[in-house]
Every structure is written in structure tokens, then in C-alpha cells.
T-cell receptor
Framework: GAGVSQSPSNKVTEKGKDVELRCDPI?????LYWYRQSLGQGLEFLIY????????KSGLPSDRFSAERTGGSVSTLTIQRTQQEDSAVYLC??????????????FGDGTRLSIL | AQSVTQPDIHITVSEGASLELRCNYS??????LFWYVQSPGQGLQLLLK??????LVQGIKGFEAEFKRSQSSFNLRKPSVHWSDAAEYFC??????????FGSGTRLQVQP
């Protein structure tokens, strides 16, 4: 089957605009993660969805960031009123549900976001 | 809080030479440990993982890693490096809250 799919692969937008990034996880994976990769901060966890449970939003850097996961599958990460420091590669990953044992996360190729 | 240290930012090796990339973690118990590789413009590919049991784990592309509890280390090794191994390598830990904590990465350059 297909891997984790992210779109768009590249996004350039002006400061202050809102952006939406999409992630389509591997079929059957109930866990979905968003990470951000930037030069200054490395790879940072943003948010984690597991099935119908409340998401773990502890990594979101500000209230301008939000994410949804509809129907337990596709997820959208939204950044409102973008700032230049939001420029980064946003990576999505998915995994099977862990049952007491960690399941490896499988990553998409990311969306490269550039804020002008 | 857990942390991961990759002390080498950049390593250059000759093709055919052996490779060892270092990774140290800080966590009160034994975490789940991973190595990922990232080629330019691409996402992260899982090389190998350690959950429990045998402390020497084998991965894809001829890589292996050894978990040493006494040293809080999980170093990645390969006996003979190929030019296609040039990429950035990330060590990561998971400590039960599911999210991965990554090291800062080691960029590997392979000389012909």
C-alpha cells in the first residue's frame, strides 16, 4: 500500500495569511502525528491523534496552530496569521495503535512552508 | 524530560570504510529507541528500532545498532559505507507518551 501522503509538497505564502496542510496516513494506522523541522529547532513534536481520543496538543507552539482529524483518517494542520518563524518543513507520520508496545512511525515527505 | 544527544553534527567517511554514529539519551527508564535516515527533500525512513530483548538490533540497508544501558547509548553502525548512504541520520526515543524526541541529527558525507 501507499505510504503517508502529504500535500502540498511546497507552499509559499505571505505573512499574515492562513495555511492548511494535509496529511493522508497509511490505511489502517490509527495514530497520526505532526512534527515540524526547522533549521534552528530541529525536529519538534506538534500534535498526536489516537483513534477517537482527545489529541495530545502539548507540542503546538501557539494558539495560531490547530489540527483536525476527520473520520479517523485524513488530518489537516492549520496555521493562522502566519509569521516568518513558521517557515519550516511540516512532517506527518502515522503508526498502528500501540498495545503496550511502541509502534514505529512512518513519515511522509513533508510540506515545505515558506513565509514571505 | 527525556532528551537525545547526537554529538557529531557532521561526519565524513570514505566509501567502504566502517561507520559509527553516536546517540545518547537521557531518561529514567529504558525508552524505545529508533534510528531514522533522511535524504534531501524527503521524509524520514526508519532504519531500525529497539524495544526490548537482544541489545544488538539489525536494520535495513546493512545497518545495526547496539543498546548499552550502562552508557545510555544507542550507536548506529555499518561495516562498509556506500555512497548512497550519504544523508542525515536521526536518533529518536519514545518514552510512553507516543511522540518521538529526536536528536539534532548527524549529516553523513561519503567520499569516493
Amino acid at each position: 500500500g501507499a505510504g503517508v501522503s502529504q500535500s502540498p509538497s511546497n507552499k509559499v505564502t505571505e505573512k499574515g495569511k492562513d495555511v492548511e496542510l494535509r496529511c493522508d496516513p497509511i490505511s489502517g494506522h490509527t495514530a497520526l502525528y505532526w512534527y515540524r523541522q526547522s533549521l534552528g529547532q530541529g525536529l519538534e513534536f506538534l500534535i498526536y491523534f489516537q483513534g477517537n481520543s482527545a489529541p495530545d496538543k502539548s507540542g503546538l507552539p501557539s494558539d495560531r496552530f490547530s489540527a483536525e482529524r476527520t473520520g479517523g483518517s485524513v488530518s489537516t494542520l492549520t496555521i493562522q496569521r502566519t509569521q516568518q518563524e513558521d517557515s519550516a518543513v511540516y512532517l506527518c507520520a502515522s503508526s498502528l495503535a500501540g498495545t503496550g508496545v511502541a509502534q514505529p512511525q512512518h513519515f511522509g515527505d513533508g510540506t515545505r512552508l515558506s513565509i514571505l | 524530560a527525556q532528551s537525545v544527544t547526537q554529538p557529531d553534527i557532521h561526519i565524513t567517511v570514505s566509501e567502504g570504510a566502517s561507520l559509527e554514529l553516536r546517540c545518547n539519551y537521557s531518561y529514567g527508564a529504558t525508552p524505545y529507541l529508533f534510528w531514522y535516515v533522511q535524504s534531501p527533500g524527503q521524509g524520514l525512513q526508519l532504519l531500525l528500532k529497539y524495544f526490548s530483548g537482544d541489545t544488538l538490533v539489525q536494520g535495513i540497508k546493512g545497518f545495526e545498532a547496539e543498546f548499552k544501558r550502562s552508557q545510555s547509548s544507542f550507536n548506529l553502525r555499518k561495516p562498509s559505507v556506500h555512497w548512497s548512504d550519504a544523508a542525515e541520520y536521526f536518533c529518536a526515543v519514545e518514552t510512553g507518551r507516543r511522540a518521538l524526541t529526536f536528536g539534532s541529527g548527524t549529516r553523513l558525507q561519503v567520499q569516493p
